[in-house]
Nanobody, 124 residues
Framework: QVHLVESGGGLVQAGGSLRLSCAAS????????LGWFRQAPGKERKFVAT????????YYADSVKDRFTISRDNAKNTVYLQMNSLKPEDTAVYYC?????????????????WGQGTQVTVSS
């Protein structure tokens, strides 16, 4: 069992930056694939980024590529999402997720554990 807790959300102006963190419990964290998803009001949850167990492989949605960076620190059981050049359309609740596999993937249905989410609001 893995328990995930996100933090770092908030209100930021367009063009600004935020770093989200997701702290995990569980001794097997380092073997899991991880991902970030987001859900805007009235819309479905969408893939943002994923990272494999070692951090050596990452993949991003086109909408955030070159602006967001996913990373992990297995010693701290934490995954991060650095978000730069934020846009109003990035406004959403951001969720981290863990999958009992070496790789995360882009489909939310493939993940086994979810955090409660953290709100990110980007003002224009």
């Amino acid at each position: 069992q893995v328990h995930l807790v996100e933090s770092g959300g908030g209100l930021v102006q367009a063009g600004g930056s935020l770093r989200l963190s997701c702290a995990a419990s569980g001794r097997t964290f380092s073997s899991y694939g991880l991902g970030w998803f987001r859900q805007a009001p009235g819309k479905e949850r969408k893939f943002v980024a994923t990272i494999n167990w070692s951090g050596g492989s990452t993949y991003y949605a086109d909408s955030v590529k070159d602006r967001f960076t996913i990373s992990r620190d297995n010693a701290k059981n934490t995954v991060y999402l650095q978000m730069n050049s934020l846009k109003p359309e990035d406004t959403a609740v951001y969720y981290c997720a863990a999958r009992e596999s070496s790789y995360g993937g882009t489909y939310s249905s493939g993940y086994d554990y979810w955090g409660q989410g953290t709100q990110v609001t980007v003002s224009s």
